[in-house]
């Protein structure tokens, strides 16, 4: 069973810059996997923020940036803005004849 | 504005069976894939079901397989997921989310209904 990881818990200071990673246990993430990233606030429905590794969709602010590091997917924030502290899940695509999305665990990110 | 309207959701015994539906509008529906995610309380996401544009192609998580199904009509703009042989672990809230141009990433997703499976 395909399990997704990513760190439990973080915490920046407001203006700082925060990385959040993605991993999967198949083996490295690669851009065919398609890393999203979604944000998801109390009570609120998770929104995308980021698709294809490194796409912003039209209400994504600019401070938020995906890209692969290493073996992992990873989400940048620059700037930190109070307003960001959320959840942070990364979802990842796995093809193939069946194929299948499995979300990692989250990341609660506080904005201290 | 594109909206996705969840509704169908309850409190239902387990080994019972329900089916949400997810009405949409503001967008051509017929012109992209649809999908299903549920979020049990307190946990993540879970990816449940994705349907194809044109509703041939249908994938699911391993644990529902054979139990749910996925569709869609574009008649009505609605799509569906019908439920049976609930189980406990699986109350969560349903969401279903409108797929991008490629099929594969989400970009839209509703506010949910919540699904109860309780004795």
């Known amino acids: 069973q395909t399990v997704v990881t990513q760190e439990p818990s973080l915490t920046v200071s407001p203006g700082g810059t925060v990385t959040l990673t993605c991993a999967s246990t198949t083996g490295a993430v690669t851009s065919g996997h398609y890393p999203n990233w979604v944000q998801q606030k109390p009570g609120q429905a998770p929104r995308p923020l980021i698709y294809?590794?490194?796409n912003k969709h039209s209400w994504t602010p600019a401070r938020f940036s995906g890209s692969l590091l290493g073996d992992k997917a990873a989400l940048t924030l620059s700037g930190v803005q109070p307003e960001d502290e959320a959840d942070y899940y990364c979802?990842?695509?796995?093809?193939?004849?069946?194929?299948?999305?499995?979300f990692g665990g989250g990341t609660k990110l506080t904005v201290l | 504005q594109v909206q996705l309207v969840e509704s169908g959701g309850g409190v239902v015994q387990p080994g019972r069976s329900l089916r949400l539906s997810c009405a949409a509008s503001?967008?051509?529906?017929?012109?992209?894939?649809m999908h299903w995610v549920r979020q049990a309380p307190g946990k993540g996401p879970e990816w449940v079901a994705a349907?194809?544009?044109?509703?041939?192609?249908?994938y699911y998580v391993d644990s529902v397989k054979g139990r749910f199904t996925i569709s869609r009509d574009s008649s009505k703009n609605t799509l569906y997921l019908q439920m049976n042989s609930l189980r406990v672990e699986e109350t969560a809230v349903y969401y279903c989310?409108?797929?991008?141009?490629?099929?594969?990433?989400?970009?839209?997703w509703g506010q949910g209904t919540l699904v109860t499976v309780s004795s």
């Open positions: 989310a409108k797929a991008t141009r490629t099929g594969i990433e989400t970009d839209y």
């Open positions: 349907i194809s544009f044109d509703g041939t192609n249908k």
């Open positions: 979802q990842l695509y796995f093809g193939g004849s069946q194929l299948s999305w499995v």
């Open positions: 503001g967008f051509p529906f017929s012109n992209f894939g």
């Open positions: 294809a590794t490194n």
